[in-house]
């Protein structure tokens, strides 16, 4: 393919990317609690700076829902201004892990963990954009915005509900029209409606407000960083990298089936995104990650060359400086409204199905990965889904086999497997179980592993029977 025709796809997949990233970008901000023009900075900070690393080619970052529960948390925690202070030192430590090659090692993380994250942030999502869809203040967590969700249908606007309503049944049914009218988003078209109707009508209902992109930059102050000696806040920051990269890197894995050109360098594109972090830190923006919407959009739309990310970018800065007063005029419900079908895309209501049909652990490892998000936050349940899976893990590969066989008046005892603390139980039953009158000894050539708990168990039923029955002492033959 000529340089030309390449280019000319690469221009129009990023005007494409652009105006689906545009609401996207506003709608996180506001989900955010911080000014709508931050998320339209990340978006072109992901585009612009991002964009040039040759980690992947066709994904395109910027702020994601994914990561919004964390950051309303964190500035409702720490405040507006130590949100720069808690995403730069976010893209340092994503920085240092791809220079030290660290992010091959993402791939390892269990997917129903993953999965799990992505559901429980589905649901966070949902129950805070419900208030927002019906132009009321939510409560300040989650199992609160829940129990309250039957005093919310007195206290909602309903003309703002209708609006953001609205939003999501055109986002549903654009899905059906034909291809070249798809090719503008669903999400514009939607929240562009919204916008017309809520003028047309002079519905009072709650708008984005703005301020300019220019104003609403606010780089951190040296005082900020006082923040971080909080046990908290590094906790927020470690959260902020480790989600943000495993959103990425499985972002890319994804990317990468669904065209035919160079893969990703997992470690390059680690480097870029921590590079991205740490300037939005300091232009005090959200964080960014790879979005898959935006990166699935952006292949859907014939994109061939990083260029198309990149100039995506571009459009986004276009539109923040040319057009500002065209965000003031859109509802907030409207965005609701998108960030509710976002929402409800991160369910992973058929993988659930699919997991419990063929790996039951896994299902279980997802829902309780989700609830216990849901239950305490985005951190501390992602460690919860974390250990359960490791466990789960560690269970499944600690198989023990038991064989026993005579070997004249010598009942040999053969132990195979994996044999662990989790096993224990299962081995020293069959130990207690051997007969007390008969000599005993035990194979242990079979053990592919042998944890020092299992060898002091081992140690004391020996001493045991020896002390018990004499003559009769169990001999235990190493592997």
Not at 29 to 48: K, M, R, W
Not at 81 to 90: D, K, P, R
Not at 217 to 235: I, Y
Not at 419 to 448: C, E, N, T, Y
């Amino acid at each position: 393919m000529s340089g030309a025709g390449t280019f000319r796809e690469d221009f129009g997949a990023s005007v494409v990317v652009a105006l689906v990233a545009l609401p996207l970008c506003v709608g996180v901000a506001v989900a955010s609690g911080v000014p709508a023009e931050l998320g339209i900075v990340t978006g072109i900070v992901g585009g612009l700076v991002t964009g040039w690393f040759r980690g992947s080619a066709l994904q395109v970052s910027g702020p994601a829902a994914g990561l919004t529960v964390l950051v309303y948390e964190a500035v409702r925690a720490y405040g507006p201004a130590a949100l720069g202070v808690l995403v730069l030192t976010a893209g340092v430590v994503q920085l240092a892990l791809g220079v030290l090659g660290l992010g091959r090692w993402f791939r390892a993380i269990s997917v129903a963990v993953v999965h799990g994250m992505l559901a429980g942030i589905g649901l966070v999502l949902i129950a805070g954009q419900l208030y927002a869809l019906g132009d009321v203040a939510a409560p300040g967590g989650t199992l609160e915005k829940v129990a309250g969700l039957g005093r919310l249908l007195g206290q909602a606007d309903w003309a703002a509900a209708a609006l953001g309503a609205g939003t999501v049944s055109v986002m549903v049914g654009w899905r059906r029209m034909p291809a070249r009218v798809r090719i503008v988003p669903g999400a514009l078209v939607g929240v562009a409606a919204a916008a017309v109707v809520a003028w047309w009508l002079h519905l009072p209902v709650d708008r984005v407000e703005v301020a300019g992109v220019l104003a609403a930059v606010a780089p951190p102050a040296a005082a900020d960083f006082a923040v971080l000696a909080s046990a908290g806040a590094v906790g927020t920051v470690v959260a902020l990298a480790l989600i943000a990269s495993a959103e990425t890197l499985f972002s890319a894995a994804a990317v990468d089936r669904m065209h035919d050109g160079p893969r990703t360098d997992y470690d390059r594109e680690l480097i870029g995104q921590g590079v991205g972090n740490a300037l939005c830190g300091l232009l005090g923006a959200l964080p960014m990650t790879a979005v898959i919407v935006r990166s699935a959009t952006n292949v859907e739309a014939g994109a061939r060359t990083r260029a198309a990310r990149i100039l995506h970018g571009g459009w986004l800065l276009v539109f923040a400086v040319c057009v500002p007063g065209l965000l003031g005029v859109v509802p907030l419900a409207a965005l609701a409204g998108v960030l509710l079908y976002a929402g409800w895309k991160l369910l992973p209501g058929r993988a659930v199905v699919g997991l419990w049909q063929t790996h039951r652990g896994e299902a279980v490892v997802l829902v309780v990965t989700a609830g216990a998000i849901v239950a305490t936050n985005l951190f501390e349940g992602v460690l919860v889904g974390l250990g359960l899976a490791v466990t789960k893990a560690a269970w499944d590969t600690s198989n023990v086999h038991i064989e026993q066989a005579w070997e004249g008046e010598v009942l040999r005892v053969r132990v195979a497997g994996n044999a662990s603390f989790l096993r224990l139980p299962k081995l020293l039953d069959a130990l207690d179980a051997l007969p007390a009158d008969r000599p005993v000894r035990i194979d242990l050539s079979g053990l592919r592993h042998f944890d020092h708990a299992c060898l002091t168990a081992l140690d004391g039923w020996e001493r045991r029977r020896a002390s018990a029955v004499p003559g009769r002492e169990g001999a235990i033959e190493p592997g």
